[in-house]
């Protein structure tokens, strides 16, 4: 079975005009990259292409009939908002449906998913509640794979530019052990598409040898022979990509293809996402480890000023992973900024917000569920403010 990868591809209005051709620029040398991969190796990849505006829809499904894809492509257009969460549900569909488990040379790799984006997610109960159903939906995709029917957690590759939101995209990698680059502009692109073949290149020449698969060093190495100087968070980056996309070392397995999709019959439970009210946990898990940040030419990274002079301000992030008392997992971002006014008092803002999935019994006569439905529930953030004198 070949390798999947789904792109989920931002339509919204904001990338009409040069976005949208750059995009399809790069899609166009990521596809032509796979289909010489599949010269070079013999390894095939089959790719979907999803795209997200106002709504999402699967324009082509898993197929390594590169033509149709390059159609797919040619065929985007740029209107509307941005429903990423409903972009997520359509890739996990299609996963769920149509994908499945690349067993090659004694390994196995799960799909993965390349999102880019260059703006805020949106839906109809405002920006705040979009993002907090997106990483709920990013859940499905990394610790509650089970949950929603996926064989194996399936990594998500973030690509960011424009007026995207960094912290979210961030998130996403972290939840699903991705990774997320943020480029200056949509020329770049082509740079992070290229690499993501690469990547895929190098699993499949080393297929065989685990230990290499595993050596950043050798990863580099390969990826310089081919021109490709990658810096050091860039090239960690990839690294973990590719290590959550190994699933399983089959040295010893004898296991059969039946085992790269998920069993009609197996007992799923359907993902009620809600947006909890912030409470004490009963138990705090360790914090999640931050995914590196992939950095292209010309790359900006986020900054915040070391202390908060006249007209600063200073901000400040933690994420935490965390247990209920009813048993459910919890993401809980802590984010806190810090101005000084002109008058010189100092303001301290606190926002706190956690996604909680919670599970329910799946009819019996129902089959898994691909997506996740919204809980009416009460908000999932609270701000506070005080002013120091």
Avoid at 59 to 77: E, W
Wanted: proline content about 6%; some cysteine.
């Amino acid at each position: 079975m070949p390798l999947d990868t789904i792109l989920l591809l931002d339509t919204s209005g904001s990338m009409a005009g040069r976005g949208l051709r750059e995009l399809k620029r790069a899609a166009h040398a990521f596809l032509e990259g796979v289909e010489e991969t599949a010269r070079q190796t013999g390894l095939k990849e089959n790719v979907g292409i999803v795209e997200f505006n106002t709504k999402a829809r699967i324009v082509q499904s898993l197929t390594n009939d590169y033509l149709k894809c390059l159609r797919a492509i040619d065929s985007l257009s740029c209107s509307g908002q941005t429903a990423m969460f409903d972009g997520l549900m359509a890739s996990l569909q299609e996963i769920l449906s149509n994908g499945g488990i690349l067993r090659i040379s004694g390994i196995a790799m799960t799909p993965r998913i390349i999102l880019m984006t260059d703006g805020n997610p949106s839906g109809s109960d405002g920006e705040d509640e979009a993002k907090k159903k997106v990483l709920a939906a990013a859940l499905g995709f990394g610790p509650k794979w089970q949950e929603v029917g996926l064989p194996h957690p399936v990594p998500i590759a973030c690509v960011g530019c424009g007026e995207c939101d960094v912290v979210l995209l961030q998130l996403i990698a972290k939840i699903t052990n991705g990774m997320y680059a943020i480029v200056d502009n949509v020329e770049e692109l082509s740079t992070f598409f290229k690499r993501q073949v690469l990547l895929i290149r190098f699993a499949a020449k080393f297929a065989s040898d685990l230990e290499r698969l595993r050596s950043q060093v050798a990863l580099a190495a390969f990826l310089e022979e081919l021109g490709e100087a990658v810096e050091a968070a860039e090239l960690a980056a990839l690294q973990q990509l590719l290590l959550s996309m190994l699933v399983v070392a089959m040295a010893d397995d004898d296991s059969s293809e039946h085992d790269s999709t998920p069993s009609a019959t197996t007992p799923t439970t359907r993902h009620a996402i809600e947006a909890a009210p912030t409470r004490g946990p009963q138990q705090s898990s360790t914090a999640l480890v931050p995914a590196p940040t992939s950095r292209t030419p010309a790359q900006r990274q986020p900054t915040s000023p070391a202390a908060p002079s006249p007209g600063a301000v200073l901000r400040q992030q933690e994420v935490r992973q965390v247990r209920s008392a009813d048993g459910s997992q919890a993401v809980i971002v802590r984010q806190q900024e810090v101005s000084r006014q002109p008058d010189g008092r100092v303001m301290v803002a606190e926002r706190v917000m956690v996604v909680r999935a919670r599970e329910e019994p799946t009819p019996p006569a129902s089959r898994m569920v691909a997506g996740a439905r919204q809980e009416p529930t009460p908000p999932a953030s609270r701000d506070r403010k005080c002013i120091i004198q």
